[in-house]
């Protein structure tokens, strides 16, 4: 996924001489981020190499249905 990624960027970088194209780098009017769970079961059933390794340690730790567990009671 990093490999695709970075090929994106390059190609926009080629193509318009600037990384991002049509905006400032830092104010990025309209744009949201959206964060969330993977379902690993999912991913490991349909995908091959769908997990990356930080997804199943950050799984393992406890954190589920986004809330991370707490272990102060």
Known sequence: MID???DICEYIL???GRFPAHT???HVPG???QVHHVENEYYEKFFTN???DAHRVHAEHGVTEGR???SDG
């Open 4 to 6: 695709c990624a970075r």
């Open 24 to 26: 400032d780098a830092i």
């Open 68 to 70: 991370r567990a707490r």
């Open 50 to 52: 769908g997990l990356t």
């Open 14 to 16: 080629r193509t318009h």
């Open 31 to 33: 744009v949201w981020l």
